[in-house]
């Protein structure tokens, strides 16, 4: 089955650019999914089809998507950005996948 | 206001059953494939199955094929999950979660989600 994977944790300053990683096999040749998950909440669409922002959801949030790797990008990263961000792809074998989250920690 | 709403979950011992619900609102439940996906305690989110909006596709992750059956009523503008034969690594918060792109399961995302509903297997 298909699987995609993100590193535990990201730390990152405040103000500076944080970067998460998500990587499967010619993960570039599917759309991938990006969610915000904040303590005791439910998941936030943050990222759709790699790199569109569904509305409401701030100019700093973007991603990308090549070869065996998308990214999720926040620029001048913000207290308020600190959650746990999952990837999800799409595969016609195993249909929905997550990655195992990575926890971002604004220092 | 687009909603979603669980409910049905509970305490029930290994091997038992127990049907969960999600009450849409705010839109044509019909037009929108839905999902389940759940979060076992201090782990990350665990896809479990996907309907299409007419009901007649649907896919199952491997940990729960063979238990658990994903339906929708679109009459009642509700989706279920009935899940047999519960295991204690069942134990999860179940949410549901509405498709961002159409009846057809899409690659898009899921972009409305319930607050969720506690399943807890425990004799």
């Known amino acids: 089955s298909y699987e995609v994977t993100q590193p535990p944790s990201v730390p990152v300053s405040a103000g500076q650019t944080a970067t998460i990683p998500c990587s499967g096999d010619k993960l570039g040749d599917k759309y991938v999914s990006w969610y915000q998950q904040k303590s005791g909440q439910s998941p936030v669409l943050v990222i759709y089809?790699?790199?569109k922002r569904p509305s409401g959801i701030p100019e700093r949030f973007s991603g990308s998507n090549s070869g065996n790797t998308a990214t999720l990008t926040i620029s001048g990263a913000q207290t308020m950005d600190e959650a746990d961000y999952y990837c999800?792809?799409?595969?016609?074998?195993?249909?929905?996948?997550f990655g195992g989250g990575t926890k971002l920690t604004v220092l | 206001e687009v909603q979603l709403l669980e409910s049905g979950g509970g305490l029930v011992q290994p091997g038992g059953s127990l049907r969960l619900s999600c009450a849409a609102s705010?839109?044509?439940?019909?037009?929108?494939?839905m999902n389940w996906v759940r979060q076992s305690p201090g782990k990350g989110l665990e896809w479990v199955s996907t309907i299409s909006g007419s009901g007649l596709n649907t896919y199952t992750a491997d940990s729960v094929k063979g238990r658990f059956i994903i339906s929708r009523d679109n009459s009642k503008n509700t989706l279920y999950l009935q899940m047999n034969s519960l295991r204690a690594e069942d134990t999860a918060l179940y949410f549901c979660?509405?498709?961002?792109?159409?009846?057809?399961?899409?690659?898009?995302?899921?972009?409305?989600w319930g607050q969720g509903t506690t399943v807890t297997v425990s004799s």
């Open positions: 999800q792809a799409w595969d016609s074998g195993t249909a929905v996948v």
């Open positions: 705010g839109f044509t439940l019909s037009s929108y494939a």
């Open positions: 089809q790699d790199n």
């Open positions: 979660a509405k498709d961002l792109g159409g009846p057809a399961p899409s690659p898009h995302g899921m972009n409305v």
